[in-house]
């Protein structure tokens, strides 16, 4: 509810400085402007969601779980579970670029669209962009079955993204580091533990039937 009325708020103040005559002239449809500003907004959209998506995606992967791939003998997992396991053992750098990097093509976005499309529009294309393709569908599918091999395909990425923002997000990290710990996913393993796990290995959703 707070989001839609900043949004509704925004939407009415574009709307006044329109009437108002403060509006810039909007690139007309025959300029080949306007289909560079388009690819441009669609592509910080796209940008946008692969970011949410794997802050979501990777928050969700078990650093134990990949721990214990490193050392299987299935050669796919140890491949898989090597750079997903460096990527996770700086966690805040990790947090800090993924979302400063959504946070820049999020207030990108409507910088462009305004160009091509009225003040007000624009807030409710890139709202609506930004609820469902940068937000609900990348988390979705991030944080689903696929989340582990959506994140091996793009560690490379998330690499150059750190390198690139790291003079930007090295000062939030070392803050976090020190104010917050380093973040650990260790499971503590006691008999009651050990019984529940037992269990739940039996139960019907593991396809026992009694």
Same mark, same amino acid.
């Given at each position: ?44 959209? &796209?940008?946008?969601?692969? &970011? ?89 599918? &991030? ?68």
């Amino acid at each position: 509810m707070r989001s839609l009325r900043l949004t509704l708020a925004a939407i009415m103040v574009s709307y006044s400085f329109q009437s108002s005559g403060y509006d810039e002239p909007l690139i007309p449809l025959s300029s080949p402007l306007f289909y560079i500003y388009a690819l441009i907004s669609f592509s910080l959209a &796209c940008f946008a969601g692969v &970011c949410s998506g794997l802050t979501v995606g990777f928050m969700s992967i078990s650093k134990t779980e990949m721990q214990i791939w490193v050392n299987s003998d299935n050669e796919y997992e140890r491949k898989v579970a090597k750079p997903i396991l460096e990527i996770l053992g700086n966690h805040h750098l990790l947090l800090s670029t993924l979302l400063l990097s959504n946070s820049l093509s999020l207030e990108a976005l409507p910088i462009f669209l305004d160009k091509i499309v009225p003040s007000y529009l624009a807030i409710i294309i890139s709202t609506i962009a930004v609820v469902i393709f940068g937000e609900v569908i990348p988390q979705a599918y &991030c944080t689903g079955s696929h989340k582990i091999a959506i994140g091996y395909f793009f560690s490379p990425f998330i690499r150059l993204m750190e390198f690139v923002l790291y003079p930007f997000v090295s000062p939030i990290t070392y803050v976090l580091d020190n104010w917050l710990g380093h973040h650990d996913d260790k499971i503590v393993l006691t008999p009651e533990n050990l019984r529940s796990i037992l269990l739940l290995h039996d139960s019907k959703e593991y396809g026992y039937r009694p």
